[in-house]
T-cell receptor
Framework: DTAVSQTPKYLVTQMGNDKSIKCEQN?????MYWYKQDSKKFLKIMFS???????INETVPNRFSPKSPDKAHLNLHINSLELGDSAVYFC??????????????FGPGTRLTVL | DQQVKQNSPSLSVQEGRISILNCDYT??????FLWYKKYPAEGPTFLIS?????DKNEDGRFTVFLNKSAKHLSLHIVPSQPGDSAVYFC?????????????FGQGTTLQVKP
């Protein structure tokens, strides 16, 4: 009964490849997020979706494209992978976008290594 | 431009003593603050939060203090237990932005020694 799940947990791939990371939440939340934790351990927001609508799109390269088929899923597709994309990617969800406490629930992370 | 800063990368305390983790922020629009705890190979888990209309929030062994004039918050854990050893992230949001965006500090690694 995992609340926020991500697959895969580990992903090792070559430069130039295209890969996807999947995220699912069974909490009934309206909002989902993608974060990147780089080698310096900073957790930075990349995208957020509210009821399948894109809300936040930080200055992320166009090679990164989130897709939300429904409000329980937010997938992250990365084209033409580069060495600098190596990081841990966390998916998160929260009950609502605004108007109340914004406690976000995180998945276990996907460690992406680009060789 | 790091809007949320945790200037101590690590902290070591003895079991049973108090752990104090600090966090500073620069954006006066932030009105909601959260602490997350993270174990290795796991995602961050929510610990405790505080709204800017309060200066203290307590939940069991965890208390968060907010000093708005100093733009400073701290997390107190008392008594500290070995299971508290983890990375602690401070986060802030401006709820008026209606984006749900959280800005995280870089984390403080807490080690509680038995």
């Amino acid at each position: 009964d995992t609340a926020v799940s991500q697959t895969p947990k580990y992903l090792v791939t070559q430069m130039g490849n295209d890969k996807s990371i999947k995220c699912e939440q069974n909490l009934g939340h309206d909002t989902m997020y993608w974060y990147k934790q780089d080698s310096k351990k900073f957790l930075k927001i990349m995208f957020s979706y509210n009821n399948k609508e894109l809300i936040i799109n930080e200055t992320v390269p166009n090679r990164f494209s989130p897709k939300s088929p429904d409000k329980a899923h937010l997938n992250l597709h990365i084209n033409s992978l580069e060495l600098g994309d190596s990081a841990v990617y966390f998916c998160a969800s929260s009950p609502q976008l605004a108007g109340g406490p914004n406690e976000q629930f995180f998945g276990p992370g996907t460690r992406l290594t680009v060789l | 431009d790091q809007q949320v800063k945790q200037n101590s990368p690590s902290l070591s305390v003895q079991e049973g003593r108090i752990s104090i983790l600090n966090c500073d922020y620069t954006n006066s629009m932030f009105d909601y603050f959260l602490w997350y705890k993270k174990y290795p190979a796991e995602g961050p888990t929510f610990l405790i939060s505080i709204s800017s209309i309060k200066d203290k929030n307590e939940d069991g062994r965890f208390t968060v203090f907010l000093n708005k004039s100093a733009k400073h918050l701290s997390l107190h854990i008392v008594p500290s237990q070995p299971g508290d050893s983890a990375v602690y992230f401070c986060a802030a949001s401006a709820r008026s932005s209606n984006t749900g965006k959280l800005i995280f500090g870089q984390g403080t690694t807490l080690q509680v020694k038995p």
